[in-house]
T-cell receptor
Framework: DQQVKQNSPSLSVQEGRISILNCDYTNSMFDYFLWYKKYPAEGPTFLISISSIKDKNEDGRFTVFLNKSAKHLSLHIVPSQPGDSAVYFCAAGGSNYKLTFGKGTLLTVNP | DAGITQSPRHKVTETGTPVTLRCHQTENHRYMYWYRQDPGHGLRLIHYSYGVKDTDKGEVSDGYSVSRSKTEDFLLTLESATSSQTSVYFC??????????????FGPGTRLTVL
């Protein structure tokens, strides 16, 4: 049973517009959540995280929103750039030093 | 860059042969992880280590073993490789932040093909 779900395998947006990537989770014991970006033939790169005690965290063009009651988080990228085209993984962690990953969403930003 | 290297970066082997992948870190992190990435499955944890000689299984550990005799090295062994183990393998380390979140940083990956 998937504890972390990314229901959209792919997303296409125009350069300069907002990209919104979504993630749902089922385990209410998760303490924090992270987003990773992955280019082909490279390892995943950490983007941004959020603790369960917060509902928003921002870093430059990237903002993560957490809705604990809905067990939902989203990553907003504004404005989107062609270099943002990559696979984005949502991950969730707790007290056991392990992360559970979603299956990823392929974002394509069109010039 | 968390100072993680993986070797080899690419390997082609035949079914039934043993294979060992190496992960090396330079920053003395306690926790190390091995994942595999496959289309449609995301990143799945194979094994992890919480110290020298301290390891535990992840969700897809069958057919894999690990060893950690030094803090800096974490080895993943396929005792008898099968075609289902064709994948991209990533090593990671964990860093605890001031907000108590544990962020994992990944190596560049090893692409393994089992014929």
């Amino acid at each position: 049973d998937q504890q972390v779900k990314q229901n959209s395998p792919s997303l296409s947006v125009q350069e300069g517009r907002i990209s919104i990537l979504n993630c749902d989770y089922t385990n209410s014991m998760f303490d924090y959540f992270l987003w990773y970006k992955k280019y082909p033939a490279e390892g995943p790169t950490f983007l941004i995280s959020i603790s369960s005690i917060k509902d928003k965290n921002e870093d430059g063009r990237f903002t993560v929103f957490l809705n604990k009651s809905a067990k939902h988080l989203s990553l907003h990228i504004v404005p989107s750039q062609p270099g943002d085209s990559a696979v984005y993984f949502c991950a969730a962690g707790g007290s056991n030093y392990k992360l559970t990953f979603g299956k990823g969403t392929l974002l394509t930003v069109n010039p | 860059d968390a100072g993680i290297t993986q070797s080899p970066r690419h390997k082609v082997t035949e079914t039934g042969t043993p294979v060992t992948l190496r992960c090396h870190q330079t920053e003395n992190h306690r926790y190390m992880y091995w994942y595999r990435q496959d289309p449609g499955h995301g990143l799945r944890l194979i094994h992890y280590s919480y110290g020298v000689k301290d390891t535990d299984k992840g969700e897809v550990s069958d057919g894999y073993s690990v060893s950690r005799s030094k803090t800096e090295d974490f080895l993943l062994t396929l005792e008898s490789a099968t075609s289902s183990q064709t994948s991209v393998y990533f090593c990671a380390i964990s860093v605890t932040g001031l907000d108590r979140t544990d962020t994992q940083y990944f190596g560049p990956g090893t692409r393994l093909t089992v014929l």
